[in-house]
């Protein structure tokens, strides 16, 4: 079955990176649309990037020009590299797939979730 299991997460301060990783497995990876979702406590699940099969990406407002989705399909492992971090960046980070070509930056979209990894940024 598919399994997702993302790994990364960490405290940081203000202004510091993260790259979190995704490990999928139990499907044909490179054929899925993937992203990278997060969630505040209080707040709803909201996108942050994604990639579908053809390499072509999307991302939220507030991340872009620091946030980027990547993919290894040799290995199964879809990344996201945050460069200055903020503190509202602070969350529950979630790696989702998607079967199908197509896909936007909704969460009801995705068919598949990892139990997320957990980012807090101080200031």
């Known amino acids: 079955q598919v399994q997702l299991v993302e790994s990364g997460g960490d405290s940081v301060q203000a202004g510091g990176s993260l790259r979190l990783s995704c490990a999928a497995s139990?499907?044909?990876?490179?054929?899925?649309?993937m992203g990278w979702f997060r969630q505040a406590p209080g707040n709803e699940r909201e996108g942050v990037a994604i990639i579908n099969s053809n390499n072509y990406k999307a991302d939220a407002d507030a991340v872009k020009g620091r946030f980027t989705i990547s993919k290894d399909n040799a290995k199964n492992i879809l990344y996201l590299q945050m460069n200055n971090l903020k503190p509202e960046d602070t969350a529950m980070y979630y790696c989702?797939?998607?079967?199908?070509?197509?896909?936007?930056?909704?969460?009801?979209?995705?068919?598949?979730w990892g139990q997320g990894t957990q980012v807090t940024v101080s200031s």
């Open positions: 139990g499907y044909s990876f490179s054929h899925y649309c």
């Open positions: 989702a797939a998607k079967s199908g070509l197509y896909c936007v930056l909704r969460p009801s979209e995705f068919n598949y």
